[in-house]
């Protein structure tokens, strides 16, 4: 079946590390996303990638970054200099930038 | 600034009991989504709006662009969606903004 899957489901970070959220589709879409969910607040963007090898930051893209090697691959890489990780992040993907997104399970990510 | 804003935030039915979700927005939009988010985090699209009305199943979605607003119905609501509903807009840049959620508990 077709989809987004992502990988790992929780992942806990230490204080300095960073840790790399995986993301893969195989519908064949152009268009890639990261949000971050936090409680009482919209998803709000992160990263975005409309082509393999070009990518653009979203709302909030400090301390985060990303790679676009593969049209079906969209890891999302967060830094230490990401002071506040602890969220829930979720991929996405559509055939094109700006059309509804197909979405993942998510990540939950959590400090130790 | 672009704003999306959801009422109520919770909501607790009887099962079949009629809900209704409602979702306004600050400018002018190329498009609506509702979305419903699991316990489990998983997003689903429900339905995508730009004018008039949709319906799938006991789910009905309506908007109005003079007033900016639409609403998400659900007839006969029945515990299996239970789940948290989001309104999504698309502006003319093709960036989406997402609404906060609302939070719906439908009890047997």
């Known amino acids: 079946d077709g989809g987004i899957t992502q990988s790992p489901k929780y992942l806990f970070r230490k204080e300095g590390q960073n840790v790399t959220l995986s993301c893969e589709q195989n519908?064949?879409?152009?268009?890639m996303y990261w949000y971050r969910q936090d409680p009482g607040q919209g998803l709000r963007l992160i990263y975005y990638?409309?082509?393999?090898?070009d990518f653009q930051k979203g709302d909030i893209a400090e301390g985060y970054s990303v790679s676009r090697e593969k049209k079906e691959s969209f890891p999302l890489t967060v830094t230490s200099a990401q002071k506040n990780p602890t969220a829930f992040y979720l991929c996405?993907?559509?055939?094109?930038w700006g059309e509804g997104p197909n979405f993942g399970d998510g990540t939950r990510l959590s400090i130790l | 600034k672009n704003e999306v804003e959801q009422s109520p935030q919770n909501l607790t039915a009887q099962e079949g009991e009629f809900i209704t979700i409602n979702c306004s927005y600050s400018?002018?939009?190329?498009?609506l989504h509702w979305l419903q988010q699991h316990p489990g985090g998983g997003i689903v699209s429900l339905f995508m709006?730009?004018?008039g009305k949709k319906k799938h199943g006991r789910l009905i979605a309506t908007i109005n662009i003079q007033e900016k607003h639409s609403s998400l119905h659900i007839t006969a609501s029945h515990p299996r969606d239970s789940a948290v509903y989001i309104c999504?807009?698309?502006?003319?840049?093709?960036?989406?903004?997402f609404g906060t959620g609302t939070s719906l508990t439908v009890i047997p």
């Open positions: 996405a993907s559509s055939i094109v």
């Open positions: 990638s409309q082509i393999v090898n």
């Open positions: 519908l064949n879409h152009d268009a």
């Open positions: 709006l730009s004018s």
């Open positions: 999504a807009v698309r502006y003319g840049g093709n960036q989406f903004y």
């Open positions: 400018v002018g939009i190329s498009a």
